[in-house]
């Protein structure tokens, strides 16, 4: 099993950027704060009860923890049967995470230590670094434009990558009220030299070492398109601490994770469609079981799985929940992301946050409106590249209204499961829908992310005669702005693009080998055939 650790900077040893920022902090005198000894004696403490509860399994080579299969039997394929058919999980393995379980969520601290954050701070955090930095400064612009002036983060999961962008970081930044943090100087060097990370798990490490204690975690190709600082005064946020967003697929995960979790889910027992409540809970029979999916039963997480292009959590309620994420995200890629998709789109650390708030029993609200999906149609059809996500202070507002309504209406009734289930169907479409008129709070422009640079290389969106885009990339949506102005999705951020890269030529590392002369043509190009159309 490849265990997980972080990797290390590859620069030789000498006077470089970072060290010279270590001197600084020294003197008290560098935007990157200095980590305390007792902060990092904390996340020892932390990093060592995941390592002494490591899983003791072996497995033949080429084998997994948990294997993937199709299933075609009866029923829908969302129901217990189905998922627990669709990742094999042994006995043994079953028994271990069951036991680690157990132990980790016992013995993980409660809160953070004095240090892990500011005390009432609110802020926004994106990891940076490589090309990741270019998509985090331009989501910056963005948060800037909507009125915000909310403190930002980027966050660098290696030294290597802040010392590539230390102009970035040390000259531009703190222009617009942001900072860089370095991940392994918050942790400390006795767990960086013991634990390796990758991929989808910094999202979570990002969050516990940011330093504010009210986090809007955006992933760097999101851009809020709504002024994000009243959500933190907000009924839902108040109440909930943890705010997350659906994504397009069905919640998959593995029924085994409620045993492992000691979590009980009540089999007979339907109490959602969908991801709305049923109007009254009702009794369902072992053949009804096959046709219900599993996460409409009581007790299992709701539909639809979560999409963490952006989430929200207060550090001050929800710290059990954000270290048993962690947890789940340390051993991730073998277990949990597994356990937690079984092979379905989007495999990664997108459902261990509220997983892990219903292992600790801490509350949260998803989203319940769909998706607005943004893109373009041409002869190859349609393609999605944006996902509009709703208010949720709105979407909040909605659902109780929704859910008032519909109890005061047919809660009397005694309606059959059909019965409401054609109810509850017509209210997701409308007005919980991915066509309604909802505000949006963001757009995750997930698909052909940002990078003009890479635009001309793509026939299907760029224009080689006229040196630009040849088409509208994101369904003309317009939104509000907070002095009530119609803005242009598009175009706006076009003209935010040719501010960073050839009004303020910002440095960035991933562009330091291209050609910005020939991109700013394009740039220009595309900024002035959007203003006309």
């Given amino acids: 099993m490849n265990e997980p650790g972080m990797e290390q900077s590859g620069k030789s040893a000498g006077q470089t950027p970072y060290t010279s920022t270590i001197n600084q902090l020294e003197k008290g005198n560098s935007p990157i704060r200095l980590q ?20 003791n399994l072996k497995l033949p080579p080429g084998e997994d923890f948990i294997r993937y299969r199709s299933y075609d039997g009866a029923g829908t394929k969302y129901s217990k049967d189905a998922l627990i058919h669709r990742g094999l999980i042994s006995q043994q393995t079953h028994d271990e995470m069951a036991k680690k379980h157990s132990i980790v969520l016992e013995k993980l601290p409660k809160t953070l230590t004095e240090g892990a954050y500011v005390k009432d701070s609110r802020g926004v955090v994106i990891l ?32 290597q990558e802040y010392e590539e962008d230390y102009d970035l970081c040390n000259n531009e930044l703190p222009k617009l009220n942001a900072k860089c943090v370095i991940i392994p100087s918050v942790l400390g060097a006795r767990v960086t030299n ?14 516990v070492t940011s330093s504010f204690q009210h986090v809007i975690l955006l992933d760097s ?25 659906p994504d397009y697929w069905a919640r998959t995960v593995s029924p085994y994770f409620y045993s492992i979790a000691r979590i009980k889910v009540h089999e007979n027992i339907r109490a959602r469609f969908n991801r709305l409540p049923m109007i009254t809970p009702l009794e369902i029979t072992p053949e009804e079981q096959l046709e219900v999916p599993y996460h409409d039963l009581e007790g299992a997480l709701p539909n639809l799985s979560t999409e963490s292009g952006q989430l929200i959590v207060n550090k001050g309620t929800h710290a059990h929940t954000i270290l048993v994420s962690l947890y789940y995200n340390v051993f991730g890629p073998s277990f949990y992301y597994r356990l937690f998709s079984l092979g379905e789109l989007g495999e990664g650390d997108k459902d261990t946050f509220v997983t892990a708030a219903m292992s600790t029993g801490e509350p949260y609200y998803q989203v319940k409106s769909h998706i607005h999906t943004l893109g373009f149609r041409d002869s190859d059809g349609f393609k999605g590249l944006g996902m509009g996500q709703v208010d949720p202070a709105e979407d909040y507002l909605k659902f109780q209204a929704s859910t008032k309504h519909l109890h005061d209406t047919y809660a009397h009734k005694n309606l059959s499961m059909k019965e409401q289930e054609k109810i509850l169907k017509s209210e997701l479409d409308n007005p919980f829908g991915s066509t309604n008129n909802a505000t949006i709070f963001a757009i995750h422009a997930n698909i052909f992310k940002i990078n003009p640079f890479s635009y001309m290389e793509n026939s ?8 630009r885009l040849k088409l509208r990339m994101y369904s003309k949506f317009s939104y509000k702005n907070s002095k009530g102005e119609l803005v242009d999705f598009e175009l706006n951020r076009w003209k935010l693009i040719k501010l960073a890269i050839c009004t303020d030529q910002v440095k960035f590392a991933s562009f330091v080998l291209e050609n910005v002369e020939e991109v700013c043509s394009f740039i220009t190009n595309t900024v002035e055939w959007l203003q006309k159309n």
Wanted: hydrophobic share 40%; aromatic share 20%.
């Fill in 36 to 55: 305390t000894a007792e902060l990092h004696k904390y996340w020892d403490k932390v990093f060592s009860i995941f390592n002494k509860n490591r899983f």
């Fill in 128 to 159: 940076g670094g490589g090309i990741y930095s270019w998509m985090a400064y331009l989501s910056l612009l963005a948060l800037r434009d909507t009125g915000s002036k909310l403190p930002f983060e980027l966050l660098f999961p290696l030294i």
């Fill in 194 to 207: 013991k634990f390796k990370f990758d991929g989808y798990q910094f999202k979570s490490l990002a969050i």
């Fill in 221 to 245: 190709d999101n851009f809020l398109v709504e002024k994000p600082d009243a959500i933190f005064d907000s009924d839902v946020y108040k109440k909930h601490g943890l705010i997350t967003w």
């Fill in 460 to 467: 299907r969106i760029y224009d080689p005669a006229n040196h």
